[in-house]
């Protein structure tokens, strides 16, 4: 492909003969998998196999498809999943940990959020940790349950907000001297 598209065709119409001309050559006579079919699932909805090729691919290679969601998304699926398997942890500090982990995520993508703009919540550690100790004590390790809650200090009472100060709008303004 050394020759340059001329000046007065059209990108499709050269791409198109250059293809042609490779046809003829027989650039693709010996191309590993002519004549297989793609393997693309049915039911591509609207001609999309762009789409379902990459779905494909995915699946081929490995990755999971959650892989491909957007940041937002991806971290509330990890907010749900922690919620669930808040019993496996061995210990308090590390239901605390992994939440204060995921926290910390999720402020580092709010400051500059990148994908489509849905608001993920913050976990709340203590309702983690009241999760934990519900699967401890389902599962029957008492000591889980006997613990009792991390002592929080009183939170203090909302401060009045400082006055607003008070602007006159430009059509409540009177005449200028």
Same mark, same amino acid.
């Given at each position: 492909?050394?020759?340059?598209?001329?000046?007065?065709?059209?990108?499709?119409?050269?791409? !198109?003969?250059?293809? @042609?001309?490779?046809?003829?050559?027989?650039?693709?006579?010996?191309?590993? *998998?002519? #004549?297989?079919?793609?393997?693309?699932? &049915? #039911?591509?909805? !609207? *001609?999309?196999?762009?789409? @379902?090729?990459?779905?494909?691919?995915?699946? +081929?290679?490995? $990755?999971?498809?959650?892989?491909?969601?957007?940041?937002?998304?991806?971290?509330?699926?990890?907010?749900?999943?922690? /919620?669930?398997?808040? #019993?496996?942890?061995?210990?308090?500090?590390?239901?605390?940990?992994? /939440?204060?982990?995921?926290?910390? +995520?999720?402020?580092?993508?709010?400051?500059? &959020?990148?994908?489509?703009?849905?608001? $993920? =919540?913050?976990?709340?550690?203590?309702?983690? $940790?009241? =999760?934990?100790?519900? /699967? #401890?004590?389902? @599962?029957?390790?008492?000591?889980?349950?006997?613990?009792?809650?991390?002592?929080?200090?009183? @939170?203090?009472?909302? /401060? !009045?907000?400082?006055? =607003? &100060?008070? +602007?006159?709008?430009?059509?409540? +303004?009177?005449?200028?001297?």
């Amino acid at each position: 492909m050394t020759d340059r598209k001329p000046p007065q065709m059209k990108f499709s119409t050269w791409i !198109d003969q250059q293809v @042609a001309d490779a046809e003829r050559r027989g650039v693709f006579d010996n191309l590993p *998998g002519k #004549g297989k079919p793609l393997n693309i699932r &049915p #039911g591509a909805a !609207d *001609g999309d196999y762009g789409a @379902a090729w990459l779905r494909d691919y995915a699946h +081929r290679e490995g $990755v999971p498809a959650e892989e491909m969601l957007p940041t937002p998304l991806r971290l509330r699926r990890e907010i749900e999943r922690l /919620a669930e398997t808040a #019993g496996e942890f061995r210990s308090e500090a590390e239901v605390r940990e992994a /939440a204060a982990d995921l926290n910390r +995520r999720i402020v580092e993508w709010r400051r500059i &959020p990148l994908g489509p703009p849905i608001h $993920v =919540r913050l976990v709340n550690a203590d309702d983690l $940790v009241a =999760r934990w100790r519900a /699967a #401890g004590k389902a @599962a029957g390790h008492e000591a889980r349950a006997a613990r009792p809650p991390a002592a929080r200090p009183p @939170a203090a009472p909302p /401060a !009045d907000p400082p006055p =607003r &100060p008070s +602007r006159r709008r430009w059509w409540r +303004r009177g005449p200028r001297s």
